[in-house]
């Protein structure tokens, strides 16, 4: 399989508990992006990488979140001190080209 | 301010039968508009992507139209199958370069069922 994947696809936590997602990109594309989603709504982008590059994060991404990608290649989301309102679908999004991103299959966060 | 609005919101129609989305934007400028299926749990896959000099792009049996001037979209469905049930997401972007994403403005989506 040559697409996105993103590890795990589903976790619980409880509240306060930190918690980290990978993402693993197409392999020749430079372009990586972190969204969130929340049931009936679209995603929201919280961050976009090119290459080992983090150029653009929105507000939406508190002081407790943290994204990485070191080598330009894998990332990882991390968020600290859990909350409620963290539970969501995280998505990782990969592309060559500014309009052509593939998705992941998300990861689905429970914070309880 | 930029929106994307979608109808229907939902929409049940039998296997075999053709179903068209609708798709109205006030996006400006515009670059382009993407048609995205998602699945339940799972993420978005886009189906069509088109610039504004385009007007229609099929794939496979799903065939978008787009007209600038007026700003709507359309997304054709042909002999929906059961696996079409989904959300169909439409996403304009007025940004056509630099990766820039916070310029993507997603519409909710219109969720279809294909029943037997």
């Known amino acids: 399989d040559t697409g996105v994947s993103q590890d795990p696809r589903h976790k619980i936590t409880k509240r306060g508990q930190n918690v980290t997602f990978r993402c693993d990109p197409i392999?020749?594309?430079?372009?990586l992006y972190w969204y969130r989603q929340t049931l009936g709504q679209g995603p929201e982008f919280l961050t976009y990488?090119?290459?080992?590059?983090?150029?653009?994060k929105s507000r939406l991404l508190s002081d407790r979140f943290s994204a990485e990608r070191p080598k330009g290649s894998f990332s990882t989301l991390e968020i600290q001190r859990t909350e409620q309102g963290d539970s969501a679908m995280y998505l990782c999004?990969?592309?060559?080209?500014?309009?052509?991103?593939?998705f992941g299959p998300g990861t689905r966060l429970t914070v309880t | 301010k930029n929106q994307v609005e979608q109808s229907p919101q939902s929409l049940i129609i039998l296997e075999g039968k053709n179903c068209t989305l609708q798709c109205n934007y006030t996006v400006s400028p515009f670059s382009n508009l993407r048609w995205y299926k998602q699945d339940t749990g799972r993420g978005p896959v886009s189906l069509t992507i088109?610039?504004?000099s385009e007007n229609t792009k099929s794939n496979g049996r799903y065939t978008a139209t787009l007209d600038a001037d007026t700003k709507q979209s359309s997304l054709h469905i042909t002999a929906s199958q059961l696996s079409d049930s989904a959300s169909y997401i439409c996403?304009?972007?007025?940004?056509?370069?630099?990766?820039?994403?916070?310029?993507?403005?997603w519409g909710l989506g219109t969720s279809l069922a294909v029943n037997p």
């Open positions: 990488f090119q290459n080992e590059a983090q150029l653009e």
């Open positions: 999004a990969s592309s060559l080209r500014a309009y052509e991103q593939y």
């Open positions: 088109m610039t504004f």
């Open positions: 392999s020749e594309h430079n372009r």
């Open positions: 996403v304009v972007s007025d940004t056509n370069g630099g990766g820039n994403n916070r310029k993507l403005i």
